[in-house]
């Protein structure tokens, strides 16, 4: 989609569309009274009339409002007035969004912009209404044969602000809010892809192509041979019941000086989890192409941070496998020695990601990261305990984690922290190697953590469990993109 910023008068305006809010009860933001004024309050009339009342996400499209240039005039409800806030605008926006691609409505200017959220600037405004209107747009029709008879997004918007001096920095919002959508669609277009087209290599030639479009971001990938001469067994031991080749990509991104410690990100790669020996039930196994969307939050962090040029320096690091049975596989009771020489006994073969993760962990260490943050589609047990609405987040570094816990509130990508304590590593125990790659059922997602932290000792690391919020399931099954959102907002706000 296409944005300006617009400021002046509203009621001159020739647009297909103006979109405009209400509060909940009818109530009028500044800017909807103003236009109220002009069409001799047509508007506070059709409101009354119909059973549209600005309860948060619903919408009213009037015809050929009296008084003003624009041809139609969307009202969007923002909810309660005292409680409006970010996560509220962004609502309303997707609603505004999808009303307007439903209407066929190809062009629009939007007063939402001018709504001022409690602690929010315009700027951080501007960028909310891109990001969510990027989100609302947002189709994945690849793999059809046709083009869908759904109706297209709008091409353009227009965003509203209420003086001329807004304009700047609702520019330099547009700004990162298209660079942070361009991220979360790259996420979610990889998360969709079927895991036949969406294999390791598949991900490898995605990485290089990235690399081949920015200067600042260099690609290594690692085969096979490497992952064994390295001594990756955990890594191997997942990979070796797949027909597919494994892939270790290393993305570097340089935006800092040479001597800066980067930033890494690391990311879950299964691009199909069968569970191997320890197989799944059929039911929704589908969804188990979803099991690289850490991975894919990796290539769409870095893509924000290509397209926005961040300050600093970045190496994110995705092992890329499936997990499938095959004669060839790892079986329960196995013991794989990892990179770092500890050994683990596999009890589940389905608790594969962290096998990959570790020997990640292990590897990303060569590159003296300043902090270490890792993605994966990790536990079930994430989704029982938090279901879709946080992602989980783990960490000894109550600094770390709080910054991303608020990076999360403020992308309207929340995380919620679980804890580490020593009393859970217990569950790790294992009679014949040094930890097994399973606890009990109970506190699935935090003995997972427990076990990432075994291979993460030299650096600050966070970890993220995002089973439950990369994917939505049923009739909006699909990738999320998250936690894109996150982790831009956490780098953007990264200091030296
Ligand atoms: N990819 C799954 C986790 C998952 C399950 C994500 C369901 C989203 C929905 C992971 O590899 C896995 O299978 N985990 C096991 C771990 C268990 C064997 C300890 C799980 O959660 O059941
Ligand atoms: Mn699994
Ligand atoms: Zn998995």
Not at 107 to 127: D, H, I, M, Q
Not at 467 to 480: E, L, Q, R
């Amino acid at each position: 989609m296409q944005y300006s910023v617009v400021s002046g008068s509203i009621s001159t305006r020739k647009t297909a569309c103006l979109v405009a809010a209400v509060y909940q009860g009818g109530e009028l933001p500044d800017a909807t009274r103003a236009i109220d004024k002009t069409t001799r309050g047509a508007i506070a009339k059709h409101i009354r009339g119909s059973a549209f009342d600005g309860k948060h996400g619903d919408h009213l499209l009037l015809f050929d409002p009296a008084g003003l240039k624009a041809e139609r005039l969307l009202l969007v409800g923002v909810g309660e007035k005292k409680t409006l806030d970010l996560a509220a605008l962004r609502k309303a926006v997707r609603a505004s969004v999808k009303a307007l691609a439903d209407a066929g409505i190809g062009e629009a200017t939007s007063l939402l912009t001018t709504l001022k959220p409690a602690g929010f600037n315009v700027e951080a405004v501007a960028r909310a209404t891109v990001e969510a209107s990027e989100h609302a747009a947002y189709r994945f029709e690849r793999m059809k044969s046709k083009q869908s008879s759904r109706a297209p997004a709008p091409r353009k918007i227009a965003l509203h602000v209420a003086t001329s001096t807004q304009l700047a920095p609702a520019r330099r919002g547009v700004n990162t809010g298209g660079a942070v959508g361009l991220g979360v669609a790259l996420a979610r277009d990889l998360g969709n892809l079927p895991a036949n087209v969406c294999t390791p290599s598949y991900l490898a030639s995605e990485a290089r192509k990235m690399a081949r479009k920015y200067a600042s971001l260099k690609v290594k990938v690692l085969g096979e041979t490497d992952i064994k001469r390295l001594g990756m067994g955990d890594f191997w031991g997942v990979a070796r019941g797949s027909s597919q080749p494994p892939r270790l990509i290393l993305f570097e991104y340089s935006g800092g000086r040479k001597s800066e410690q980067p930033v890494a990100l690391v990311g879950k790669g299964v691009t199909f989890d069968a569970g191997g020996i320890s197989l799944k039930p059929p039911a929704r196994m589908d969804e188990m192409k979803f099991d690289m969307c850490g991975a894919a939050s990796v290539f769409g962090t870095l893509k924000v941070a290509c397209e926005m040029k961040l300050p600093m320096n970045i190496v994110g690091i995705t092992p890329a496998t499936e997990n499938l049975p095959d004669g060839n596989a790892v079986k329960p009771g196995d013991i794989l020695t990892s990179l770092s020489g500890q050994t683990v006994e596999v009890l589940n073969t389905d608790a594969e990601g962290r096998l990959i993760l570790s020997d990640a962990l292990t590897y990303v260490g060569r590159y003296k990261p300043r902090v270490v943050v890792d993605m994966a589609t990790l536990t079930g047990a994430c989704v029982v305990a938090l279901g879709h609405h946080a992602s989980g987040l783990m960490s000894p570094d109550d600094k770390l984690a709080e910054d991303l816990l608020a990076a999360g509130e403020r992308a309207g990508d929340r995380a919620w922290r679980l804890p580490l304590w020593d009393d859970y590593q217990s569950e790790l125990d294992s009679n014949f190697a040094d930890f097994a790659n399973v606890g009990g059922r109970e506190g699935g997602a935090i003995t997972a953590g427990c076990f990432l932290w075994r291979f993460a000792k030299d650096y600050k690391w966070a970890h993220l469990d995002i089973a439950g919020t990369a994917w939505d399931s049923g009739a909006k099954k699909g990738a999320t993109g998250r936690p894109v959102g996150l982790l831009c907002e956490w780098l953007l706000n990264l200091k030296k």
